[in-house]
């Protein structure tokens, strides 16, 4: 069952948006289709989610923003990702990854789950 991204633990989806402008620029559907797609369809990030989380990661001066013109014509604002941006995910990355290991390991502890 796909999960929205209110039910997404609190700053979880500003790390999955850095993540998906690690490798070029992107606008916001762009961004929701590649976090889609990387997740099988299990994480559903919608827009009245996403573009708040954007606009706070500006305010934060991770990612900036230009306008351009997207691959069906339209215009749309491309974000990219700052070095703080890049600083700020890679702590936050490193921090999930230690609690996400150790969630792991109380769900695989015994007792079984059955």
């Known amino acids: 069952m796909p999960l929205d991204s209110a ?3 609190q700053g979880t989806l500003q790390i ?3 993540k998906a402008l ?3 620029s992107a606008h916001g ?3 929701a289709r590649w976090i ?3 997740t099988d369809d299990v994480l559903r ?3 009245g989610s996403l573009y708040p989380a ?3 990661l500006q305010d934060k001066r991770f990612v900036k923003s230009e306008w351009g ?3 069906n014509n339209r215009r749309a604002r491309y974000y990219t990702i700052t070095p703080a941006g890049r600083a700020h995910l890679r702590r936050e990355a490193a921090a999930w990854t230690r609690y996400s290991g150790a969630v792991t390991r109380v769900l695989r502890a015994a007792p079984a789950l059955g």
């Open 16 to 18: 999955l948006i850095l």
């Open 7 to 9: 039910e997404l633990l």
């Open 22 to 24: 690690l490798a070029d």
């Open 45 to 47: 990030v919608e827009e």
């Open 69 to 71: 013109v997207s691959e």
């Open 29 to 31: 559907y762009g961004i």
């Open 54 to 56: 954007l606009r706070r």
């Open 36 to 38: 889609e797609q990387t």
